[in-house]
């Protein structure tokens, strides 16, 4: 038995190591590409939207635009990356799927600086121990999401290796490959600005450490700051020039500076960050990186990178999240530096970096422990936990199950502790087990976050089934040709997904009209229109222009329907010129189908016909049925709706003399649902159905 084990240890060991790293690549890519299969749809939003916009966009015209205006306040990084997606592909669903494919190898490619990175402090096998554990965390699942965490990841470690080369030799050479990779790195995200900081920082750090003098020590990284220094110059006299803020330069992020900050927000929600890292990591490595901050020495250059990029980028997202508008944490922000807690836990298992003195490792040990307790998981364990914060859905799926809210931070704070001691009391010739504990618990928390009751494949399934239901997703452009000139009215009576998922999978569909309903959520560019009593739409004073319009069951078009998702109430016309809009329904709340006492239905070039309504009321709000009558001309029709049902009420239509019909809907009673919403509803207006 011993000679087998033997035998096969040295052939593992005869195997290159640059092959077991383009293995550990490969299976990564296959997982990931698996995995994304089963995220059907965009569901972070807007976000996916922007970025396959920016892509099909440099695609087709060879400039970024969303819905044909220009977008200078994302990174291009990343949509030029999946860019080739939709020039290979005519079809979005096929376009969609390679983007995730080009994710897949991406960030995948995370494990290669990773495993250099390792290698400054470890042997060959062992730093191939910390590449496969870089591939392994839960936040690998972005890889089926069209987000730029996928090549920041990646990037981000390049940056870290370039400070530790850096620091080890500080040629010039050398500085200005790190100043270079910052840049890069955004140009991919502005959040990298906090990059440049911990470069100005580690230095400094590094002479501390090593006890040398500041002036000798920071002397030969003359050129890193006179270059950080000449280039923060420039960016604020170009700035300055085109009569720009400078805050300009964090193009979309920007308006995380109009918010309100305060210190102690700030630092409430730096702990809130710092211990769902922690908790991330599964405690044990982030003690072993603890461990190796507090006695830097064996491994200067490394903790000397390593703690002002994990400082610099965590609180940079803590302050960002500290906002109102955020108030969540946000790991998806944070876990770049995940490797870094990973290389220190395989060095201290391997004895490779090993403290001098006990008390840095108890220490270590007793903070990693106990920092989980200090979550708000009450407050945290949330619908944005499931984009944001990986590490508490696998407790959101036991208090489902196991455990009351309440008793979430206690049973945390055990097995944190447990966590603790079996970093601290394991016997150094069972260390490397740990690094398998540490992928084992990454395994376990990556199965509830994309399988679980509030995982990402239901969240992704919830998307699509909010915006399409019929079998294609790409139902206008089988309809009418990706080619065609296809608009979309948005009224505000339907979820904002029929526009978002329809507009991703459609290439036909370019341009948003707001039919008086206000600025959609999302702040993407659309165009302000109005109906006029004669039933034509206007924008910017001019009649509008389409071939083809997708509008909501609120909204009848002149024109011939081509195509219809009858789920959603959504319907496509074929127009071929000026759009007139023949109804216009008032009385219904905005993006509701609620209605308050009155509701008013009006048609124009109408020449008679029947008006179908389907409605529908709640039982938690009455307990009777409802009285609803309709009234048109001489007719009276009554309808009276069950608390639990749905009833049609159909009305015979006749136009005035100007060809106009108008039918007037009466509640009978109305009822306030509570504190928080004190709206008067009356009944459900589910559906207009009209038959000439």
């Not at 195509?563 to 905005?590: H, M």
Request: proline share 7%; with cysteine.
């Amino acid at each position: 038995m011993t000679s087998t084990v033997a035998a096969v240890r040295a052939r593992a060991v005869a195997v290159p190591a640059w092959l077991w790293l383009t293995g550990i690549v490969v299976a990564s890519c296959a997982v990931r590409i698996a995995l994304a299969r089963r995220m059907v749809a965009p569901w972070i939003m807007v976000d996916e939207l922007v970025y396959s916009e920016l892509a099909k966009s440099l695609a087709e015209h060879g400039r970024f635009l969303i819905r044909g205006e220009p977008s200078t306040g994302y990174g291009f990084v990343y949509p030029a990356l999946i860019a080739p997606a939709w020039r290979v592909h005519d079809s979005a669903p096929d376009a969609y799927a390679l983007a995730k494919a080009i994710n897949a190898v991406v960030m995948s490619l995370a494990a290669v600086p990773a495993y250099f990175l390792a290698r400054r402090l470890l042997a060959p096998a062992l730093a191939l121990v910390a590449a496969a554990l870089t591939v392994a965390v839960p936040s690998m699942l972005y890889t089926g999401t069209l987000m730029t965490e996928n090549v920041f990841y990646p990037l981000f470690l390049a940056v870290a290796l370039a400070l530790v080369l850096t620091l080890e030799r500080p040629t010039v050479t050398r500085q200005v490959i790190l100043l270079a990779l910052c840049g890069v790195a955004f140009a991919a995200r502005a959040q990298a600005v906090a990059l440049v900081p911990a470069a100005a920082t580690a230095p400094i750090l590094l002479a501390l450490i090593e006890r040398r003098g500041l002036r000798s020590g920071l002397r030969p990284f003359a050129p890193l700051y006179g270059i950080l220094g000449g280039g923060a110059l420039l960016a604020l006299l170009a700035t300055a020039a085109r009569g720009r803020s400078p805050l300009t330069l964090l193009g979309a992020y920007r308006a995380a500076t109009d918010s309100s900050y305060t210190v102690g927000g700030i630092l409430r929600y730096l702990l809130y960050h710092v211990a769902e890292l922690d908790l991330y990591l599964g405690v044990i490595p982030f003690a072993a990186l603890l461990a190796l901050w507090l006695a830097p020495r064996t491994v200067p250059a490394f903790a000397a990178a390593s703690l002002p990029l994990t400082a610099w980028l965590v609180a940079e997202v803590a302050a960002f999240a500290s906002q109102p508008s955020v108030d969540r944490i946000e790991e998806r922000n944070m876990f770049y530096v995940a490797p870094f807690a990973l290389v220190a836990l395989v060095g201290l298992a391997s004895g490779r970096v090993v403290p001098r003195r006990r008390r840095p490792v108890v220490a270590a040990a007793a903070i990693a422990g106990v920092l989980p307790f200090f979550i708000p998981y009450g407050r945290l364990i949330a619908p944005p936990a499931v984009s944001d914060t990986f590490a508490l859905l696998p407790w959101w799926w036991l208090q489902d199950h196991v455990l009351h809210l309440d008793q979430v931070k206690w049973i945390v704070l055990a097995v944190a502790a447990a966590a603790a001691a079996v970093f601290l009391l394991v016997p150094r010739r069972f260390a490397l087990v740990l690094p398998a504990l540490v992928g084992a618990y990454f395994l376990a928390t990556s199965f509830v976050v994309e399988n679980g009751r509030h995982g990402l494949h239901r969240a992704t399934l919830a998307s699509l089934w909010a915006g399409i239901r019929v079998d294609h997703p790409d139902w206008i452009d089988r309809a009418v040709g990706r080619d065609a000139d296809v608009a979309a009215i948005w009224t505000g009576k339907l979820s904002v997904y029929s526009i978002w998922e329809n507009e991703f999978f459609n290439r036909s569909l370019a341009t948003v009209y707001d039919l008086g309903a206000g600025q959609s959520p999302g702040g993407l560019p659309e165009t302000a229109a109005r109906r006029r009593a004669d039933g034509s739409v206007v924008a910017d004073g001019r009649p509008v222009h389409a071939d083809y319009v997708l509008a909501d069951g609120s909204v009848d078009l002149a024109g011939t329907r081509v195509r219809a998702d009858p789920r959603i109430g959504l319907a496509l016309y074929r127009v071929e010129g000026p759009l007139v809009v023949l109804t216009d329904v008032r009385g219904l709340y905005p993006n509701d189908t609620w209605s308050g006492r009155r509701v008013t239905y009006t048609r124009v070039r109408c020449t008679g016909g029947r008006l179908s309504v389907l409605l529908g009321s709640d039982p938690t709000l009455f307990t009777r049925p409802q009285t609803v009558v309709a009234r048109t001309r001489g007719v009276t029709r009554v309808a009276r709706v069950p608390p639990s049902g749905q009833r049609r009420l159909t009305v015979p239509l006749r136009p005035n003399a100007q060809g106009v019909c108008v039918v007037r809907f009466d509640v009978a009673r109305t009822a306030v649902p509570g504190a928080a919403d004190r709206r008067e509803l009356g009944a459900h207006f589910l559906r207009f159905d009209f038959r000439p």
